[in-house]
């Protein structure tokens, strides 16, 4: 199969064809005692039984942004080879063990379809590589022995076979990327050939690739890497710049401020074809543009684009003070993470370093697990059917980190309800029913039924799955019989005519649930919880007495994101009260997940995706998006400890417009009351009045556009 030249590395570029040298602990029963944080039962919502009052990052361990750690031209570039061979030796491994892990305990990334139409098959450094045509253009990409999980890849944008072995790309295939490339030609970034990447981009997501790719930027390479990553900064994890031109009037132009001779050689033939290639009608169109790498940083940053720049201080080709340092020192200002290497006394060629092990590392850590290969977080459509579309992925990527839902998978699963009455007691104008109800095979899960006097099969009723935060005594709390007076939801709820189910979490109160996942069939006590209150929601719906259509769910802390975790995988839940349940992950203590981690939560997210916010593939704002056009009120306090009110808030921003596609932004409310981490009666009444219209009949359910 013939295949056209690459455009040679003439002037910014050295030659194509220039020989490469080679290159928290679990408390197990334990419940957070009474008064351990500040008197309250519930101030830390995990099992690892953390306090409020946390120690200073210096204590915990906690890294700076990624913006105070970029090393200096020594640390870069004189650490000894053996200190950066162990730090890649144990990244990889632990990648390697992240990988035995997952294949272990849920459905091993599909293998990508590299089976292209009229390819041929070749070796690239020691890889397979499939060669093909695409849109009538050169593209082939290299096969990993052993893929990561998730299909982590790197694309490089122009000179794929220059200096290769110093460039990272032989590396990161060995660790287990994959590695693209499609001749576009000599074209700069131009819009034209920025739509033939993306045609690719998206034939080889198709295929299986991760969504967000690390693109790598060779001298002009950066160009097009950046103005793709700009126009599709979805699509983009990590760009790695290598004496990249990041601004066309430098080079190939030539040209320094106010159009004036720049630091730089230029290249009179390249800066005609620029011109040409972007359509400019004159140069002084093209010295007017915005759209240069050096201007776009913003969208990268907000994207959370990792930046690596490797750079020649000597460059006379592509000078840095017109190039990468205007890169480096706008990335930081903006917070972006973004990390240099310096070559003192280096020109534009050789590009790379000696040992890439660094890049190699840096790549690895930002695109190479599954957290950061996925879809941007903000809930983003433009239209209520793109998102409803939308909403499967994100309870795919939900399980991804709980495992999978078990009903689907097993329909028997979903057997009618079972339950059976162990005691009953007159409650204030309710019975309070003592139950046990079946979920699995040999597992019953204990609660509390309320049922009101004034409910029965000739006036049915709302219901409510009411879910406890974390305490000593489980499901008594919210039936009012112990903990908290400010938490007995579910004994109000009954006294204002709601059936009521309140069950144990697994391991609290009296259900004596079996931590050890192994055994029991499950990846986390979340989707263990989820499961259970899918089931209690089944015997909800089965009571003559209940309304099927007009049932919620209401939780404080634990309680509170077990809520939306439920209404996430169950649309039957018409209305969902969190009270004190979330913020998004950057926000829950500066990002330390570890109170997440424990076997009653959320295991894989330390296991897994390194306990890093980044790498976890969901979060509340798309989580509660999910929910649209569904009632959601949250109780978020200024001063909760545990769940800052900033991030909450923020989540609410993001949120409204999915539910402004449903015209339903009057169904989401927020109280913000100024109270540390608990659910104040004022916000407790108005959740319950809120309650009353959302799940009114359907004949009198008002619409209202209140909020506290």
């Not at 953390?50 to 890294?63: I, K, L, M, Q």
């Not at 009953?424 to 019975?431: A, F, L, N, P």
């Not at 007995?488 to 189910?501: F, I």
């Not at 989707?527 to 009571?543: P, T």
Request: charged content about 25%; aromatic content about 8%.
């Amino acid at each position: 199969m013939t295949m056209p030249a690459t455009p040679p590395e003439n002037a910014a570029d050295g030659r194509a064809t220039v020989p490469s040298p080679d290159g928290a602990a679990s408390r197990v029963n334990a419940v957070t005692p009474r008064g351990s944080h500040r008197g309250r039962d519930d101030r830390v919502p995990h099992e690892d039984g953390r306090r409020g009052d946390r120690r200073e990052d210096a204590e915990r361990g906690v890294r700076p942004p990624a913006t105070q750690l970029m090393p200096s031209p020594s640390r870069a570039m004189l650490s000894g080879s053996a200190v950066r061979a162990a730090l890649l030796a144990l990244l990889l491994a632990t990648l390697t063990s992240v990988h035995t892990l997952a294949s272990a305990t849920e459905p091993a990334t599909a293998k990508a379809d590299l089976a292209f139409p009229d390819e041929t098959i070749d070796q690239w450094n020691g890889h397979v590589r499939h060669r093909f045509r695409f849109d009538g253009r050169e593209a082939w990409v290299v096969e990993p022995a052993t893929p990561l999980p998730g299909n982590p890849w790197s694309w490089c944008m122009m000179f794929p076979d220059a200096f290769v072995q110093r460039c990272a790309a032989p590396q990161l295939v060995a660790a287990g990327f994959h590695h693209a490339f499609i001749d576009v030609g000599n074209t700069f970034g131009s819009p034209a050939a920025v739509a033939r990447l993306d045609a690719f981009h998206d034939e080889l997501v198709r295929r299986g690739l991760a969504p967000r790719a690390a693109l790598i930027g060779l001298s002009r390479g950066g160009l097009s890497a950046h103005r793709y990553a700009t126009e599709h900064p979805e699509k983009v994890a990590v760009i790695y710049d290598d004496a990249a031109v990041c601004d066309f009037k430098s080079w190939p132009g030539g040209k320094g401020k106010g159009g004036g001779r720049g630091l730089g050689k230029g290249s009179p033939p390249d800066w005609a074809a620029c011109l040409e290639a972007y359509g400019f009608a004159d140069e002084a169109a093209a010295l007017a543009y915005d759209g240069n790498p050096v201007d776009t940083l913003p969208t990268l940053a907000a994207a959370g684009i990792a930046l690596v720049q490797v750079v020649g201080d000597a460059d006379d080709v592509v000078p840095p003070a017109e190039n990468a340092d205007l890169v480096i020192d706008r990335y930081r200002k903006l917070g972006g993470t973004i990390e240099v290497f310096r070559k003192p006394d280096c020109g534009h060629h050789p590009h790379g370093l000696d040992d890439p092990r660094p890049v190699v590392e840096f790549i690895v850590s930002h695109a190479g697990r599954p957290g950061s290969l996925g879809v941007a977080r903000t809930p983003q459509a433009d239209s209520a059917a793109a998102w409803r579309a939308r909403v499967p992925d994100i309870r795919r990527r939900m399980e991804q980190v709980m495992g999978p839902l078990p009903g689907p998978a097993d329909p028997r699963r979903r057997s009618p309800p079972v339950f059976e009455t162990l005691s009953e007691e007159r409650g204030d104008g309710y019975v309070r029913r003592k139950i046990r109800y079946r979920v699995d095979d040999g597992d019953l899960v204990p609660a509390w039924l309320l049922v009101p006097d004034a409910a029965g099969p000739a006036k049915k009723s709302a219901a409510m799955l009411c879910l406890h935060q974390t305490n000593n005594v489980g499901k008594d709390e919210p039936a009012g019989l112990g903990g908290l007076p400010g938490l007995h939801y579910a004994h109000e709820l009954a006294a204002r005519g709601y059936v009521c189910l309140v069950p144990d979490y697994p391991r609290f109160g009296e259900y004596r649930w079996d931590a050890d996942l192994a055994s029991t069939g499950y990846a986390s006590g979340s989707m263990k919880a989820v499961w259970n209150n899918i089931r209690g929601v089944d015997l909800l719906a089965s009571l003559p007495l209940v309304d099927p259509d007009r049932i919620g769910v209401i939780g404080h802390s634990l309680g509170g994101h077990n809520a939306i975790f439920t209404a996430a995988f169950d649309e039957r839940l018409k209305a969902v009260v969190t009270s004190c349940g979330f913020t998004p992950f950057p926000d829950y203590y500066r990002g330390d997940l570890t109170g997440w981690t424990s076997r009653t939560y959320m295991p894989r997210i330390r296991d897994i995706y390194g306990g890093d916010p980044r790498r976890v593939p969901f979060d509340f704002p798309e989580v509660v998006a999910s929910l649209a056009p569904r009632g959601f009120f949250a109780n978020s306090p200024v001063n909760d400890d545990n769940f800052a009110v900033a991030g909450v808030r923020r989540t609410f921003a993001e949120v409204a417009p999915i539910y402004g596609l449903f015209a339903a932004r009057d169904r989401l409310v927020l109280a913000t009351p100024d109270a540390p981490h608990e659910f104040p009666q004022r916000e407790r009444e108005q959740a319950y009045s809120w309650l009353d219209r959302t799940l009114a009949p359907a004949a009198s359910a008002p619409r209202t556009t209140d909020a506290p």
